[in-house]
């Protein structure tokens, strides 16, 4: 019997070869942005911003916040469906020389508030009555990037708040750290249900 | 029937080149290898840090909220090795949190004790000890800080070694002003850096 010692040419070698880094290629393009979107997401909603987001959330729930104008923001006829500010427009909402407006500021400014947004409690526009607010802020270039990532990563919530909450309050924390100089700062991120 | 056996085995040729390629494919390994070792090692540190971080934060952000703050008073430890706060409650009850930072001599040679520890008024033998604790007035509880790698350095006359911890507490800021009770304890690893610190805030008497 005659052997088969014939194996493979070199344009077959070649070829297989090709296909397989090929393949490992776009494994590694589609998976290694996963592995920073991963790392980014230890900074949302973590304990230090959730306890900041219930302090805005108080003061939105405070009596003498100012929230016609953000109410409307939400719910007015061709208004994006939102309200965004940095913490000092947000404080401005109580009426000057009060003691919430005084708190407000000096809260924020301790707790590293950068933004704050303010839109219904759910993310979605499945009643067809309000504005897209993903879509929308995903096209507002005034909220940062970062931002706008958490809010992609948010769910709908959906579900009725079991507190009746007809509002929601996400916010943006940049935060300093050591004295280090190779250490930047960061942002993180969290969201509150808010009663009004 | 005689049956012929195939019994030519491999030249020597081939398996050098074997080897070789064996060799090559262990050594561009190792370091990937190594490489995501360390990222282990980190992980799990970082893992235990946050732990740390939420358990306590969370002991003491639950008082601040659930009951409110009345007032806050910082004094030294009597030792002089830290801080002791004094949180006084809206239903009465006190909290105290105590920060006890003592930094060991982290120094190899006699240049260096001169320079990180004699000037800095650190006892050249010294080890580092850092720790916090919370509780109610007269229950205060050690929150012992996790271990994220030690270093223990020879003492110079040679009486013995000392400790230094990667985990130290960098930097403690307290501040009452306007109001607003802030504390941050910055808690610095050199792997992780000074992200995973201790942040309260919390109004002081916020109706």
């Known amino acids: 019997m005659k052997k088969n010692s014939k194996g493979f040419v070199l344009v077959e070698t070649l070829v297989v070869t090709a296909f397989v880094a090929a393949v490992f290629s776009v494994i590694y393009i589609n998976f290694y942005p996963l592995v920073g979107e991963y790392e980014r997401r230890d900074f949302y909603d973590d304990l230090d911003s959730k306890y900041g987001a219930y302090w805005m959330k108080v003061f939105i729930q405070r009596g003498n916040f100012e929230f016609s104008s953000v109410s409307s923001a939400i719910q007015g006829e061709g208004q994006p469906g939102y309200y965004y500010g940095d913490a000092n427009d947000f404080c401005g909402h109580f009426p000057d020389g009060s003691n919430d407006k005084n708190f407000c500021f000096v809260m924020a400014e301790r707790l590293h508030v950068d933004h704050v947004i303010i839109t219904r409690y759910r993310l979605d526009d499945s009643d067809g009555t309000t504005a897209n607010f993903k879509l929308n802020v995903m096209n507002d270039t005034s909220v940062s990037e970062s931002f706008r990532s958490y809010i992609e990563y948010l769910p709908d919530f959906i579900v009725a708040s079991l507190n009746t909450a007809r509002y929601r309050v996400l916010v943006e924390f940049k935060r300093p750290t050591g004295n280090s100089e190779d250490e930047e700062p960061y942002y993180t991120y969290s969201n509150m249900e808010v009663i009004r | ?207």
């Not at chain 2, 982290?106 to 800095?120: F, Q, R, S």
């Not at chain 2, 607003?180 to 109706?207: A, M, T």
Request: aromatic share 6%.
């Open chain 2, 1 to 207: 029937m005689i049956r012929k056996l195939n019994n030519k085995g491999m030249t020597v040729v081939e398996i050098l080149v074997t080897f070789l390629l064996v060799a090559v494919i262990i050594v561009s390994l190792y370091d990937g290898i190594v490489a995501l070792k360390n990222k282990e090692t980190i992980a799990s540190y970082k893992l235990s840090l946050v732990t740390y971080r939420d358990l306590l934060t969370k002991d003491i952000q639950d008082d601040l909220i659930k009951i409110g703050l009345s007032s806050a008073q910082t004094s030294s430890l009597s030792d002089g090795t830290g801080y002791r706060i004094t949180m006084a409650l809206r239903d009465g009850s006190k909290r105290i949190l105590e920060v006890k930072q003592q930094f060991g001599c982290n120094a190899v040679d006699a240049i260096e004790v001169d320079e990180l520890c004699v000037k800095a008024g650190i006892d050249k033998n010294a080890s580092d000890d850092f720790s916090i604790s919370y509780g109610p007035e007269g229950d205060v509880v050690e929150y012992p800080l996790p271990n994220l790698g030690r270093e223990e350095l020879d003492n110079l006359d040679n009486s013995g070694t000392h400790t230094i911890s990667a985990l130290r507490i960098n930097e403690v800021d307290i501040s009452t002003a306007n109001q607003v009770f802030s504390l941050r304890i910055v808690l610095n690893h050199p792997d992780l850096g000074s992200k995973y610190s201790i942040d309260i805030v919390s109004p002081i008497n916020y109706p």
